[in-house]
């Protein structure tokens, strides 16, 4: 499985929506397209979603941050994203 980093940008509606069950919802979604989250975090700046989690395939990390996006009206920007340790190994 890959690793991607999906940074979300919250619309107005988007945030008229955050709830913990929605948060649930999103992972769920993610899980039905074969997708695992490590871990989420809010942040400050230029975006306001952090999203680590891993997929199968690329395809199916574009296809989650259509639906994400579908689901909670929060905008992504998917990047694949490897660790130091792998990219170390990889460029050596």
Do not use: C, W
Request: aromatic share 6%.
């Amino acid at each position: 499985m890959a690793t991607f980093i999906m940074l979300g940008k919250y619309t107005q509606d988007a945030i008229k929506g955050i709830s913990p069950d929605r948060t649930k919802k999103a992972v769920a979604a993610i899980e039905k397209l074969k997708g695992k989250v490590n871990s989420m975090h809010v942040l400050m700046g230029r975006y306001d979603l952090l999203i680590n989690a891993n997929f199968p395939e690329t395809k199916d990390a574009m296809k989650a941050s259509i639906e994400l996006t579908k689901l909670t009206g929060i905008g992504f920007a998917t990047l694949p994203a490897m660790t130091v340790d792998e990219f170390d190994k990889m460029a050596g």
